[in-house]
């Protein structure tokens, strides 16, 4: 992979809005502000001798590498010596993170800007990877309400372009960021796998045919594919300044700004909060893999539940904010109730357990937005 300083990209441009798939650019974005984020995914030695050992000069494609996942998915990549392109169009993040990389680690990282829907960026970024870690994706649910057909078109006919894309260049193995919003509000827990799905918002439906064309890609045209159903996944760099930030970082940023976070429903509603170290770990894990996978679904989670109200009295206390409570609003269309993840399937298959606990991940989120909120886009309302 010797492609990495061609075009630069100008900044002006290089926050798309996900409509135009034809754009594409090539290199390191310029001008955008540094941000601070420390590697997350901190493995053992034992850990990373055997990872690394796959992974070390084998060229890999992160869809979606700009993004809060991907951005963390590639720097524990770079960091296992890996050759790494990202494509992202920027729909919903900003390069700034990929051209820290590019600076420190310019041999090892090339930066596709352009859509997974463009047969030209996609080609361009899959040429020659081993395993594509398959990521972009519009991942908002009151977003997919409102425009079903843009997500239908990104998450569902996009990852079939690139499970496509990934087996006429050769890729061995697609590894596919799967949702367990597949689950739907199905009142049993946890959530395993062999349970039916019953995704209740057009994200959903279009996520969980992601994980249906993985299967078949594997059985149909042998390539080989894992689905990894994230639970709640949250730290540094995860976006806080929209009206469909996750809860952590929006809550982090209200907090920080000494406002009232706000919660739709009760807040009795339970989550399975998952530092982001665990999904990167369960991508380098099934990578890993010397055994066909042939598109099992594998729960990503930490396999534990809390309540949105506990949530924000923790990170209330993280950040050393008394006296503002939650402002209940009615709960959104489209939202489970409660979801936590058996993690044995993973376990068992992958050798994944939880490398992140939830109080240590939550005390290094909080602590890296108390350091950041400015920069990281702090809503300011
Ligand atoms: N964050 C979570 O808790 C969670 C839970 C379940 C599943 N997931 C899945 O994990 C993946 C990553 O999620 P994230 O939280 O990092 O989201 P994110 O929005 O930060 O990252 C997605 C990236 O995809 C890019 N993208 C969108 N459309 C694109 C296109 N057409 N072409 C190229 N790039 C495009 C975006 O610009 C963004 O950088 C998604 O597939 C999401 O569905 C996330």
Redesign the pocket.
């Known amino acids: 992979m010797d492609a990495h300083n061609q075009t630069s990209i100008n900044p002006e441009t290089a926050r798309g809005n996900?409509i135009d798939?034809s754009q594409q650019a090539v290199g390191r974005p310029e001008h955008f502000p540094l941000v601070q984020s420390p590697h997350m995914t901190r493995l053992t030695d034992q850990q990373s001798k055997r990872l690394s050992t796959n992974l070390r000069n084998t060229v890999v494609c992160v869809?979606?590498g700009?993004?809060?996942?991907?951005g963390h998915l590639v720097d524990a990549l770079i960091e296992l010596g890996a050759r790494v392109t990202v494509?992202?169009?920027?729909?919903?993040?900003n390069a700034s993170h990929i051209a820290s990389i590019v600076d420190s680690h310019p041999e090892q990282i090339r930066f596709v800007q352009?859509?997974?829907?463009d047969p030209i960026s996609l080609s361009s970024a899959v040429e020659g990877a081993k395993y594509v870690f398959h990521?972009?994706?519009?991942?908002s649910v009151p977003k997919s309400v409102e425009d079903p057909a843009r997500t239908w078109v990104?998450n569902a006919t996009?990852t079939m372009r690139v499970l496509t894309a990934a087996q006429k260049a050769g890729a061995a193995r697609v590894i596919y960021?799967?949702?367990?919003?597949a689950y739907g509000d199905n009142p049993a827990l946890p959530k395993i796998e062999t349970q039916a799905p019953e995704p209740e918002s057009p994200y959903a439906a279009s996520?969980l045919a992601g994980e249906s064309l993985c299967r078949s890609w594997s059985t149909c045209y042998g390539i080989d594919t894992a689905c990894l159903r994230?639970?709640?996944?949250f730290g540094p760099r995860?976006?806080a300044d929209s009206a469909y930030a996750?809860v952590i970082p929006a809550f982090l940023d209200r907090y920080l700004n000494n406002q009232s976070p706000t919660i739709f429903g009760d807040g009795t509603q339970t989550r399975d909060f998952t530092h982001v170290s665990n999904a990167v770990y369960a991508n380098l894990l099934a990578a890993a893999q010397d055994s066909p996978v042939a598109g099992e679904v594998f729960n990503i989670g930490a396999g534990h539940r809390t309540s949105v109200n506990d949530l924000a009295s923790s990170l209330a206390k993280l950040v050393g904010v008394t006296g503002i409570n939650p402002d209940l609003k009615p709960e959104r269309t489209g939202e489970v109730r409660d979801s936590v993840a058996d993690i044995s399937k993973a376990e068992q298959a992958l050798g994944y357990t939880p490398i992140t606990s939830l109080d240590e991940g939550l005390k290094s989120t909080a602590e890296w937005y108390r350091n950041n909120h400015q920069a990281a886009g702090s809503s300011q309302q």
């Open positions: 996900g798939d869809t979606g700009a993004g809060f996942i991907g494509i992202d169009n920027l729909a919903n993040s352009g859509s997974i829907l990521l972009a994706a519009l991942g990104v996009g960021s799967a949702s367990s919003s996520k994230y639970f709640n996944i995860q976006a996750a």
